[in-house]
């Protein structure tokens, strides 16, 4: 899911006592689809339960018959989030990707949708390899079950694919030295655990780069690991295509990449036409499908950042869908 890189994505959830992330600015957005009421109706969805803290608060603003369903590729988070909010006849966990909506919500059905694209403070905390600042080896997967780790892309993959990598997913300006530094250092041995990854980008780049660059290298394989903007992009259009009129899509992001996708995504969709400017009259026949919530990306408050140093990357963006 940093991009100016934060060393890790922020937690749905600070299990020490924080706030899930601008929690007070999603409920107010996800308020929106129910104008009429001050809770929420029908069926709703947390795409990205973590650990459960938006899912929390979302079922205290969940009417009686509503239903609240969690999706999470991480079998862990959605045990811990089970944990959390206990036995609740509303709550439905699904151990999927929210890309995969369509498979269990019919067009047109969810009332309101949140996608919170950063880490849970228990996956940081794993033996995984998400936190540069712990020494764990390379996985990085989100499912346990996925063929696909960081270990495998850093010694297996070539150079030209991993300065790729870490361009486009890390938006790191020294990738190519990065690449060839890897390809030198597991011809010597294997590149298995983050003290050795880290190791190897500290002899890489200049001193005074190291700390941000290794927040990008890590962000950049975790997004690769996991398909990550293949799983979001797919995941926006299966939501939007799931929410009923009047229904509400929020998405919290903590880079760039992932923010302007979501910017991109709204705008074509307030937008409608897509008839090129030259042409005076539509054909495209097009029809604006929603309206912005928020004008522009909301920030944390300073105090949320204060409190929870990681939520200061975030970036909040909404949308009604109206058509």
């Given amino acids: 899911m940093q991009k100016s890189a934060d060393t890790s994505a922020p937690e749905h959830n600070a299990g020490g006592g924080h706030q899930p992330v601008m929690l007070d600015q999603v409920i107010d957005l996800l308020l929106q689809s129910h104008p009429e009421q001050k809770s929420l109706t029908g069926t709703i969805v947390d795409g990205t339960t973590g650990a459960g803290g938006h899912s929390l608060a979302l079922l205290k603003h969940l009417e009686p018959n509503g239903s609240l369903l969690c999706f999470d590729r991480d079998p862990a988070a959605l045990t811990m989030a089970s944990r959390r909010m206990g036995e609740d006849s509303r709550v439905t966990t699904i151990q999927s990707s929210y890309a995969d909506l369509a498979r269990h919500c019919a067009p047109e059905t969810v009332s309101a949708a949140l996608l919170d694209l950063g880490l849970s403070t228990d996956q940081l905390n794993s033996e995984r390899g998400f936190a540069f600042r712990r020494d764990t080896p390379l996985d990085m997967r989100f499912d346990p079950a996925g063929s696909v780790t960081a270990a495998g892309i850093v010694n297996h993959y070539t150079i030209e694919k991993l300065r790729d990598i870490f361009f486009q997913y890390g938006e790191e300006p020294l990738s190519p030295r990065i690449a060839r530094r890897i390809a030198e250092k597991r011809s010597e041995e294997k590149i298995e655990t983050s003290s050795q990854l880290l190791a190897v980008i500290r002899e890489a780049v200049p001193e005074r780069f190291y700390t941000k660059t290794a927040a990008r290298i890590f962000q950049a394989l975790r997004i690769a690991v996991n398909d990550e903007?293949?799983?979001?992009?797919?995941?926006?259009?299966?939501?939007?295509?799931?929410?009923?009129?009047?229904?509400?899509?929020?998405?919290?992001?903590?880079?760039?990449?992932?923010?302007?996708?979501?910017?991109?995504?709204?705008?074509?969709?307030?937008?409608?036409?897509?008839?090129?400017?030259?042409?005076?009259?539509?054909?495209?026949?097009?029809?604006?499908?929603?309206?912005?919530?928020?004008?522009?990306?909301?920030?944390?408050?300073?105090?949320e950042m204060r409190l929870n140093p990681r939520s200061r990357s975030a970036r909040l963006r909404a949308a009604m869908k109206i058509a």
């Avoid at 090129?276 to 929603?290: L, S």
Wanted: charged fraction near 25%; include cysteine.
């Fill in 229 to 303: 903007i293949e799983h979001f992009e797919n995941g926006l259009i299966a939501a939007w295509e799931a929410l009923r009129i009047g229904g509400v899509l929020c998405v919290i992001s903590y880079h760039s990449i992932e923010d302007r996708r979501m910017k991109r995504f709204v705008a074509e969709m307030v937008k409608g036409c897509t008839c090129p400017p030259q042409i005076p009259i539509c054909v495209c026949g097009k029809v604006p499908t929603a309206r912005k919530l928020t004008k522009s990306a909301l920030r944390p408050t300073g105090k």
